[in-house]
């Protein structure tokens, strides 16, 4: 009787074994992100903005002669926002050079990029800025600048310090986003 119950349960298990097994994809871990918060930047430096809160200001290291030059570290993220600055001095030659200069570097993307899109706009102080959004897996994923056209030129752009794709970072890449354009709108140069 025992044996035959065993036969029965073993056919009874090979029925219910009629579709492919598939392993599960790997997951992805969860990201909480904070609400949006600002602070001033202003002393010692050329420009004003509002940072986020939940990244930390430190002197950028790639050029230490550029005083003006910062990173804002989201350190929780695993990324960077690259904030460098230059003087024009009504200098349209310089002008040029700087834009051209911010166009090739995000042009320069264009092997792995799937998409550039590009938008100009004006900010709250009447300054011009330029945003470009890279899709794609691209070391940088938004870059910008900022100028008064005369005297001034901001330019940022984001980058992280993982090798994971851009998909699974997608939350984390909009939050940083919508810090940027707040920074871009906040930006007021000194004069």
């Not at 074994?17 to 598939?22: A, G, H, I, P």
């Not at 550029?66 to 926002?81: C, I, P, R, S």
């Not at 959004?133 to 691209?138: K, R, T």
């Not at 070391?139 to 090798?163: E, H, M």
């Amino acid at each position: 009787m025992r044996k035959h119950l065993c036969i029965g349960l073993f056919l009874v298990g090979l029925m219910g074994c009629d579709e492919t097994y598939l392993p599960k994809p790997p997951g992805y871990n969860r990201i909480d992100l904070p609400e949006h918060s600002f602070e001033r930047l202003s002393e010692g430096y050329p420009y004003q903005i509002d940072y986020s809160s939940y990244s930390k200001v430190e002197a950028d290291s790639f050029n230490l002669q550029e005083d003006a030059w910062v990173n804002l570290n989201y350190a929780d993220f695993g990324a960077k926002v690259h904030l460098t600055y230059k003087r024009i001095d009504g200098d349209k030659v310089n002008f040029r050079q700087l834009s051209s200069d911010a166009f090739q570097l995000t042009a320069q993307h264009q092997v792995k990029a799937y998409g550039i899109e590009e938008a100009v706009l004006l900010t709250p102080e009447g300054y011009t800025g330029v945003v470009a959004e890279l899709s794609g897996e691209v070391p940088t994923q938004f870059q910008f600048f900022v100028t008064d056209s005369t005297d001034n030129f901001l330019r940022g752009a984001l980058y992280f310090n993982t090798a994971m794709k851009n998909d699974s970072l997608a939350p984390v890449i909009e939050f940083i986003k919508e810090d940027m354009v707040h920074l871009m709108n906040s930006v007021k140069f000194e004069d």
